[in-house]
């Protein structure tokens, strides 16, 4: 069963996320402050945790910092009212997987703590779709597909509508050699201007927004004579 600890100090906001969590079939561990937060996340090792940063006694981000630091894996969902840039750039920096402001529907944070754990390839029961979420997080980086946008290393890049779907479609596809050919025709499709010199191109573009060094990728990888291969890489 998959396990989710729920950190908040209002009950307001934990006891509903508790209950429905319960109802999707999750087993949920609870705190009301970063302390107990904290130190339920090192006994327990959650599989996920749905995290507040303005909590009583440790903030958020210092309990993040912590689980990092003592290498847990759980999936992260940072909940907060505080939406700003920065605090969504320092949530990801510490290993956040995701990031939901508040006021959020329940349904929203369902659909993301299902989306996340299905990203890292833990059990989500009852949710299959996994196919509507609004971004990413691979590495260093994190695509927000509805504003066709991506944040790599703290530095936002816009992407086009092609450099995108190319995005997407790797990430669909993470650890697979992918020809060329094939990739011009599952993401271009009949548009009889694109070459297989346009997938390279668009490659080289999307290597320059979310590579740190992009002459020496660690995600886009060239398969030599053959294609790409896209590797998430936790
Ligand atoms: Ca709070």
Redesign the pocket.
């Known amino acids: 069963m998959t396990r989710v600890l729920v950190v908040?100090?209002?009950r307001s906001i934990r006891m509903p996320l508790v209950d429905l969590l319960r109802a999707k079939g999750y087993e949920v561990l609870e705190a009301e402050d970063g302390e107990a937060g904290l130190e339920i996340a090192l006994r327990e090792d959650p599989d996920a945790v749905l995290l507040?940063?303005?909590?009583p006694k440790r903030d958020g981000f210092s309990v993040l910092q912590a689980m990092r630091e003592d290498r847990l894996t759980a999936t992260v969902l940072i909940l907060s009212a505080r939406g700003a840039e920065m605090d969504r750039i320092q949530g990801f920096e510490y290993g956040a997987d995701d990031y939901v402001v508040k006021p959020f529907s329940m349904a929203e944070v369902l659909a993301r703590l299902a989306a996340a754990l299905a990203r890292k390839g833990g059990a989500t029961p009852g949710i299959q779709e996994v196919e509507d979420v609004k971004g990413a997080s691979f590495g260093k980086v994190h695509v927000d597909f509805e504003a066709y946008s991506l944040v790599a290393d703290g530095r936002r890049h816009g992407l086009s509508r092609r450099e995108m779907d190319l995005l997407r479609y790797f990430l669909r596809r993470d650890g697979e050699t992918l020809e060329r050919a094939q990739i011009m025709d599952d993401v271009w499709g009949p548009d009889e201007t694109a070459t297989t010199r346009t997938v390279d191109n668009h490659v080289l573009r999307l290597r320059k927004k979310i590579e740190e060094r992009p002459d020496d990728p660690r995600h886009l990888i060239t398969v030599h004579r053959v294609g790409y291969r896209f590797l998430r890489r936790g």
């Open positions: 908040e100090d209002e507040d940063l303005m909590l």
